[in-house]
């Protein structure tokens, strides 16, 4: 076994992409396709979970482990599958400090699982789009019915049993211009910690392809339907910060405004997205076969088994640390010169398929949307940074920050004030 520089961290896939519900944009349904062989045996079975679990503790550095289990929809191993992880953890755990996380879409959920992520102090990532008309505009039953009501449910248990959780809101063209009724809702249900997730996939024209949503470089691939436009997704964020920094910092997280501060005050990047480097933060499948990334499992992307190599050495491999020095290497000459490189370094590989404005190809789709955000939030990142390189809390932006300045039109077709150049109506005044 080769010796470890750094640790990794991996998105463990016990159903593979089993899932109990059809949502019509979900990037990863369709990874069944490269196992056509466990049609009827998609579990994660035994050796292959106590395996990962040894390998994956032995490969990190440091006290604190984290498991992140994910899918498909990882509750449909059953509660007896998550109670033989906490035993394998306990078996292997050498005395560190274990945590786990699970993502879910909230369908299964009652009072036994609640109660059984409260004991084991589980971190819970619970799907939902926003109110109904807008979450269940793709979060469907294989019946076509929405699901909204039973994540509700869910988030109520949760909530019932004190367990920690956070809300995953995929932004698309359903719901992205839509962004304060979104941030007001997840608020009033109670969450506190926010993730707003950009939708973007493309699509091949191609008849022959097993998998129809592709990597970068497919020549013959168009948007998928249900892509967020980039400069909307910028004024999504935007929107949500300006409520935020004059109300909600210090009582609300929201996953994008902390890459910002991280940034602005020299901490490391807090989300892989905005890293200068990725390649350590892989997808592990039920059968063991590990992938660079949970947004590249293709066939090429595979960088071995479990059963024969042991997640240590692939996380040192030649292949991983390509892989993740190429998202600094392949910026575009105009992502070089950006003023918010620094922030962005040019976000995630999978959205490295658009032309810059200078005309260089594998430039990311998002970054209009980025840039008018990163703009957007500049001034008044600037002074939360003072503000605590000065010793004061985070919160002290709500009364020092001039965006409290901003005064109100008094005509409801002025523009707004906020500088997103609608009219004030169609705006912050909604």
């Known amino acids: 076994m080769t010796t470890n520089p750094r640790g990794c961290h991996v998105m463990a896939k016990p159903t593979g992409s089993v899932c109990n519900i059809d949502c019509s944009y979900c990037f990863y349904l369709e990874k069944e396709a490269l196992y056509p062989e ?18 994956h503790i032995e490969a990190q550095v440091g006290e604190q482990i984290l498991f992140a289990w994910q899918g498909g929809e ?22 560190k400090h274990i945590q786990h996380a699970l993502q879910t879409n909230g369908i299964v959920m009652n009072a036994e699982w609640a109660t059984f992520f409260a004991e084991h102090n589980f971190l819970i990532g619970l799907s939902i789009d926003g109110p109904q008309a807008l979450h269940d505009t793709y979060r469907v039953t294989r019946a076509g019915a929405g699901t909204h009501a039973k994540v509700m449910e869910a988030l109520t248990l949760l909530q019932q049993h004190g ?10 063209k359903h719901n992205a211009g839509h962004a304060r009724e979104v941030y007001e809702f997840l608020l009033n249900a109670g969450s506190r910690y926010l993730q707003f997730i950009p939708l973007v996939e493309q699509i091949t024209s191609s008849d022959t392809a097993t998998l129809k949503l592709v990597m970068p470089g497919e020549s013959t691939a168009t948007l998928a339907p249900w892509t967020v436009p980039s400069w909307q997704y910028g004024e999504f964020l935007s929107q949500i910060f300006d409520v935020w920094v004059r109300r909600d910092v210090g009582r609300v997280s929201v996953q994008m405004f902390d890459v910002a501060v991280a940034a602005w005050t020299g901490q490391p990047p807090v989300l892989c ?7 350590h933060a892989f997808a592990l499948e039920a059968n063991g076969d590990l992938y660079n990334c949970d947004h590249f499992v293709y066939p090429e992307h595979k960088l071995g088994n479990i059963h024969q190599h042991d997640i240590n050495t692939l996380n040192n491999s030649e292949p991983a640390r390509t892989f993740g ?3 600094r290497d392949t910026l575009t000459p105009d992502c070089r010169r950006c003023e918010y490189l620094k922030v962005c370094h040019g976000g995630c590989p999978k959205h490295r398929f658009a032309v810059s404005p200078t005309g260089h190809p594998g430039h990311n789709y998002l970054c209009a ?12 990142m600037n002074i939360m940074s003072e503000l605590l390189s ?25 523009s707004c004030p906020c500088g997103s150049g609608k009219k004030y109506k ?5």
């Not at 049609?39 to 040894?54: A, P, V």
């Not at 985070?394 to 109100?408: F, H, K, N, T, Y």
């Not at 169609?426 to 909604?430: E, I, S, V």
Request: hydrophobic content about 30%; glycine content about 8%.
């Open 38 to 55: 466990r049609k009827q045996n998609w579990r994660m079975t035994d050796d292959t979970l106590e395996l990962y679990i040894r390998q």
């Open 163 to 172: 367990v920690e959780f956070n809300t995953l809101t995929v932004v698309g």
């Open 273 to 279: 997205v905005h890293s200068e480097t990725c390649g």
């Open 74 to 95: 990882p509750t449909m191993m059953g509660l007896p599958f998550f109670r033989r992880v906490i035993a394998l953890c306990e078996k292997h755990g050498q005395g």
């Open 325 to 327: 020095e190429a998202k």
């Open 390 to 414: 000065a010793g004061y809390p985070a919160q002290a932006i709500m009364s020092a920050s001039p965006s409290l300045q901003r005064p109100e039109p008094q005509s409801r077709n002025a």
């Open 369 to 380: 949307g980025y840039k008018h955000f990163f703009k957007h939030i500049t001034r008044d």
């Open 426 to 430: 169609k705006c912050c005044a909604g």
